[in-house]
């Protein structure tokens, strides 16, 4: 049984940071593809950032180019979003998830559970 499980979410200030994990376990973790993606309130489920099987490619929407940082450790089947200089429209529930492939052009098919992420100003 796939699951992903995302942790680091919280309360921050405006300009702070944060690093969320996701935990994954019941798949071969280093055959997929990974990414996040996100939720604001009254908002639409957005990409935020993905990244290929082998860590060796990684795509960023627009808005959080040059603030947020994607990476994955193969070894601990893990992901990771280091996110920087955090604005109130970066408060969303942040969920992990896994494509269907080594790389990130279709749509996922398993989803963690989400965790909350409020920017404060």
């Known amino acids: 049984q796939v699951q992903l499980v995302e942790s680091g979410g919280g309360l921050v200030q405006a300009g702070g940071s944060l690093t969320l994990s996701c935990a994954a376990s019941g798949l071969s973790f280093w055959m997929y593809a990974m990414g996040w993606f996100r939720q604001g309130p009254g908002k639409e489920r957005e990409f935020v950032a993905s990244?290929?099987?082998?860590?060796?490619?990684?795509y960023y929407d627009d808005s959080v180019k040059g603030r947020f940082l994607i990476s994955r450790d193969n070894a601990e089947n893990a992901i990771y979003l280091q996110m920087n200089s955090l604005n109130s429209e970066d408060t969303a529930v942040y969920y992990c998830?896994?494509?269907?492939?080594?790389?990130?052009?279709?749509?996922?098919?398993?989803w963690g559970q989400g965790t909350q992420v409020t920017v404060s100003s």
């Open positions: 990244i290929d099987s082998m860590g060796t490619s990684t």
């Open positions: 998830a896994a494509y269907p492939g080594p790389s990130p052009g279709r749509t996922p098919r398993r």
